[in-house]
């Protein structure tokens, strides 16, 4: 299981770093992602490490902001979220690649808790 936390009510314009903390088993062979969902919407992506090379992907709308990274050894996850607004509040969640397209939801499992992100403007 994941487990995020980190999150927090910050004013526009600042920072949060979240992690993700492995439990139960290793996930240094899984690429792994970070979510978001706000009230009334879908669960949507945000970043994706990869568990090789480590390749990293963004939504469009935190790229640039946000980056994603991860220590194996203490198999964590990161989500350092710079610059935020308003409009990235929302509970993060941090979840493992099982395959397909890894902007959706659906390919990814171990899903822990998510952590509450409040943006004031």
């Known amino acids: 299981q994941l487990q995020a936390c980190g999150g927090g009510l910050v004013q526009a314009g600042g920072s949060l770093r979240l992690s993700c903390a492995a439990s139960g088993r290793s996930f240094r062979n899984y690429s792994a992602g970070w979510f978001r969902q706000s009230p009334g919407k879908e669960r949507e992506f945000v970043a994706l490490?990869?568990?090789?090379?480590?390749?990293?992907y963004y939504a469009d709308s935190v790229k640039g902001r946000f980056t994603i990274s991860r220590d194996n050894a203490k198999n964590t996850l990161y989500l350092q979220m710079d610059s935020l607004r308003p409009e990235d509040t929302a509970v993060y969640y941090c979840?493992?690649?099982?395959?397909?397209?890894?902007?959706?939801?659906?390919?990814?499992?171990?899903w822990g808790q998510g952590t509450q992100v409040t943006v004031s403007s």
């Open positions: 490490m990869s568990w090789g090379a480590g390749a990293t």
């Open positions: 979840a493992a690649q099982l395959g397909g397209d890894y902007r959706l939801p659906r390919n990814y499992g171990y």
